[in-house]
């Protein structure tokens, strides 16, 4: 077996250490082997004619793992016109070993919902069946396969998820029309690197290292993955001839240019949305500090006319204490001022001083104050 070399035209192929493999292919061209995850590299390899038993390979084991009969037949189907523009997906119609019939969606969705992404080319599919003059009794069921370089399902280290419509509670299938398969890679390098992997026993494990050798978007070449799959190669027959022709596409001029073409457009689009994700968080941002400053100027405001209240109402009272102070003076010098004239009169009537005293309220001395000034006169 081939390693990629040291591009001239492209960036090199490193390895975890960080290494360039010079020693690769291919040797007459700027080439290397070309990223499996995107679409077009992808449908070159298992999309040609001439691979239909490699393709057969790749969804038995799907096929394995979901509980399905192995396939017999395949069919590569046909873009309609209107879907010349989706040059995301690989469509294909397959017979089982138990006669079963089935449409196959491979697809590679971005981080935009995929689950949607699934659900979308599954219905597409499902209608097609209609245009085709078929009836609900003979519908045929649609299996969608995504293959991600990212994860989703965060409460499961499995790579592998397969789902079906079924009942809640009991699980009771409701039909088999529907299923949809996910792929996590970063999922299957971590059981790679940890050792969980049985690659002689796992034939789709085998088929989705093959797939995620190369991350052309880190520029990275995972060798020991490469190098193992090398070993399964020679007992693998179809593994062997997947990985030559994987060589040989990818040392072609013209894939070359169309895959690199794809590539950047796939980058684009990527930035574009990137562009338009931090956009709409821009605006909603701006958003948010209108609303906040808003409520802030609003909440400003009751500050301030409630502070005005406040300072109002405590003027208010100040002066409500200023005037109660005064009256209490003024009825202070009204009772000093009757309150001798009443002790006066209790005295020429004969009372005493502490009768005096009691009803006026006045002290000892103030009583006899005014007894000796009568008696004086």
Known sequence: M??????TLLFPQVCENGEVYKNAIPKNGPNRLMYLKIDYAFKLLFGDERNKKIMIAFLNAFFTKSDRAQI???EFQKKNAADEGENTSLSLFVETEDKEAVFVEILFPDQDAPENQSLYFWSKMYRRQFEAGS?????????TISIMNFEIFHESDEFHSVFRLSDKDKNIPLTNLQESQFIEIPKLIRSWKQGKLNLEEDTLARWLLLLAAVDEGNNYFHLDIYKELEKLAMVDKDLDIAMKFWGDISNTEKNQLIYQDRHRHMKEQYFLKEIEKSEEKRQEAEERAAVAEKNYNQMKNQYEQQKIKLIEEREKRIK????????????AKVVIRYGKVVARNLFEQGMDNLFVKNITGMSDKETAMIKEELDRE
Request: charged share 20%; net charge negative; aromatic share 6%.
């Open 2 to 7: 081939i390693y990629p070399r040291n591009a």
């Open 72 to 74: 017999q037949n395949l």
């Open 320 to 331: 409500a204490e200023e005037n109660a102070v005064l009256a209490n003076r003024e009825a």
């Open 135 to 143: 009836d609900f009794a003979s519908q045929q069921s649609v299996i």
